[in-house]
């Protein structure tokens, strides 16, 4: 069964930091790009960075360059989010979700990140 | 930033009734267009990608068209797991995804 799971979500004071995974299971992961997907409360859906296969090729939304820093371990079958410099308009449900032909077909729960002091 | 926009933003519907949900852009995104539909506590699922193409598994009750800058998702029978919020994504300017406001389609 193809899965993503995050995990890592919690609260943190604003200026803090928190890093998020997301395990993947069910397909060959070292295959895909993956990317963070967030979703602020009550609010749509913000994309915020992709990694490609091999990790060697990566974007950012420019509301998160500079403060964030997405990885992969492909060997874990896991993809990772440092968040640094958080604000509180980084409140969201964090999605990571697998990129096929340009979107995004398999997401996961998501975690939550609530950034407040 | 290609802006999508969705209409209406609430959609009311009555079972077995036809649903017609909207997304312009703001440029021409060719048929790199995807829709999703969410549910209250729940990740988005992808149901259609290229515009008309049906996600695996998306029930065939579920239809997009469109190319450009104007695309239509239609739901030819409403059933009651079909309530929900649908947001339209495009992937043309990738890797910079965007996606619409959303359109709640909520029962009648």
């Known amino acids: 069964q193809v899965q993503l799971v995050e995990s890592g979500g919690g609260l943190v004071k604003p200026g803090g930091s928190l890093r998020l995974s997301c395990a993947a299971s069910g397909f060959t992961f070292s295959d895909y790009y993956m990317s963070w997907i967030r979703q602020a409360p009550g609010k749509g859906l913000e994309w915020v960075s992709y990694i490609s296969s091999s990790g060697s090729t990566i974007y950012y939304a420019d509301s998160v360059k500079g403060r964030f820093t997405i990885s992969r371990d492909n060997a874990k079958n896991s993809l990772y989010l440092q968040m640094n410099s958080l604000r509180a308009e980084d409140t969201a449900v964090y999605y990571c979700?697998?990129?096929?032909?340009?979107?995004?077909?398999?997401w996961g729960q998501g975690t939550m990140v609530t950034v407040s002091s | 930033e290609i802006v999508m926009t969705q209409s209406p933003a609430t959609l009311s519907v009555s079972p077995g009734e036809r649903a017609t949900l909207s997304c312009r852009a703001s440029q021409s995104v060719s048929s790199n267009l995807a829709w999703y539909q969410q549910k209250p506590g729940q990740a988005p699922r992808l149901l259609i990608y290229?515009?008309?193409t049906r996600a695996t598994g998306i029930p065939a009750r579920f239809s997009g068209s469109g190319s450009g800058t104007e695309f239509t998702l239609t739901i030819s029978s409403l059933q009651s797991e079909d309530f929900a919020v649908y947001y339209c994504?495009?992937?043309?300017?990738?890797?910079?995804?965007?996606f619409g406001g959303g359109t709640k389609v909520e029962i009648k």
């Open positions: 290229g515009a008309s």
């Open positions: 979700a697998r990129v096929i032909t340009g979107t995004t077909d398999i």
């Open positions: 994504q495009q992937y043309n300017n990738w890797p910079r995804l965007t």
